[in-house]
């Protein structure tokens, strides 16, 4: 069982930056796959950037690229999001999600553990 809080979020304008960080409970941190997903009111949850679990492989929506950094750090049990470039369309509430394997997972569908979100808002 893996518990997830997410914390980082809140306003900022058009071209900004935040931080999202992601701590995990348990001592098997290193064994779980990471992700960062995101969803804006009326839509559906989709994915942004995931992590595999030695942080040597990473993957982007194409919209986060150049833009975003995942990272993680497997001594402090978390997990970042670094957003630089902040756009209006950025705005969405941010969920972390584990689940265990060996690859950067980009499906909902694929994680089996989901923090309760932290709102990012993104004025112009």
């Known amino acids: 069982q893996v518990q997830l809080v997410e914390s980082g979020g809140g306003l900022v304008q058009a071209g900004g930056s935040l931080r999202l960080s992601c701590a995990a409970s348990?001592?098997?941190?290193?064994?779980?796959?990471m992700g960062w997903f995101r969803q804006a009111p009326g839509k559906e949850r989709e994915f942004v950037a995931a992590?595999?679990?030695?942080?040597?492989?990473?993957s982007y929506v194409d919209s986060a690229k150049g833009r975003f950094t995942i990272s993680r750090d497997n001594v402090k049990n978390t997990v970042y999001l670094q957003m630089n470039s902040l756009k209006p369309e950025d705005t969405a509430v941010y969920y972390c999600?584990?689940?265990?394997?060996?690859?950067?997972?980009?499906?909902?569908?694929?994680?089996?553990?989901w923090g309760q979100g932290t709102q990012v808002t993104v004025s112009s």
């Open positions: 348990g001592r098997t941190f290193r064994s779980y796959a």
């Open positions: 992590i595999n679990w030695s942080g040597g492989t990473t």
């Open positions: 999600a584990a689940r265990r394997g060996v690859r950067a997972y980009t499906e909902t569908n694929e994680y089996e553990y």
